[in-house]
């Protein structure tokens, strides 16, 4: 008799679970606003775009020869003071 009892109020709780959860999904959804449906357009922009791509790549070139330049720039400017300090080192 225990047993039958609380196999009903587990029954009982189950049902009204799934009652609850079917009437939450059967609620009307929200229609997303403009913004929400820009930032989404924005998303799909940046994941499927070939100009996006390009744009990175682009970018990503762009600061590669600049990091380029100024370590030849470095490299020239230790070159120098490596030239210029051998020369006046005194004789011993």
Do not use: N
């Amino acid at each position: 008799m225990k047993s039958s009892s609380r196999f009903a109020r587990v029954a009982i709780v189950v049902a009204l679970g799934f009652v609850c959860s079917a009437a939450v999904g059967l609620q009307k959804q929200a229609e997303p606003t403009p913004q929400q449906r820009g930032l989404l357009f924005a998303d799909l922009w940046v994941q499927t775009s070939g100009e996006y791509i390009a744009c990175c790549l682009q970018t990503y070139q762009l600061a590669g020869d600049q990091v380029e330049r100024e370590f030849t720039k470095l490299q020239a400017e230790e070159h120098k003071v490596s030239i210029s300090s051998a020369g006046c080192r005194r004789p011993s």
